[in-house]
Nanobody, 116 residues
Framework: QVQLVESGGGLVQAGGSLRLSCAAS??????????MGWYRQAPGKQRELVAR???????NYPGSVKGRFTISRDNAKNTMYLQMNSLKPEDTAVYYC????????WGQGTQVTVSS
């Protein structure tokens, strides 16, 4: 069984930074062979993909976070990161990680709250 554990969230003022981590475990899951993504879900809204990284390390972001968020991965540690800078109140959400096809069971997520 694969387990995804997100961490690093918290309360930060607008303009601040946070670094999220996602640790993947499970003998049947090959982290290094999967394109991964960070998702977020704000209250009353659908979950959205905010960053993706391919097996080769290529990254992609939607316009809402481009230039502010940076996704990275450490395959040796089965861990993925999301560096979030210049945070805005609209970034407030629970952040999750998963493959880019979201076929793994969701973890508990990590809450990010940005105050104005």
């Amino acid at each position: 069984q694969v387990q995804l554990v997100e961490s690093g969230g918290g309360l930060v003022q607008a303009g601040g930074s946070l670094r999220l981590s996602c640790a993947a475990s499970g003998s049947i899951f090959s982290f290094s062979r999967n394109a991964m993504g960070w998702y977020r879900q704000a209250p009353g809204k659908q979950r959205e993909l905010v960053a993706r990284i391919t097996v080769g390390g290529n990254t992609n972001y939607p316009g809402s976070v481009k230039g502010r968020f940076t996704i990275s991965r450490d395959n040796a540690k089965n861990t993925m990161y999301l560096q979030m800078n210049s945070l805005k109140p609209e970034d407030t959400a629970v952040y999750y990680c998963n493959t880019i096809y979201a076929y793994l069971d969701w973890g508990q997520g990590t809450q990010v709250t940005v105050s104005s």
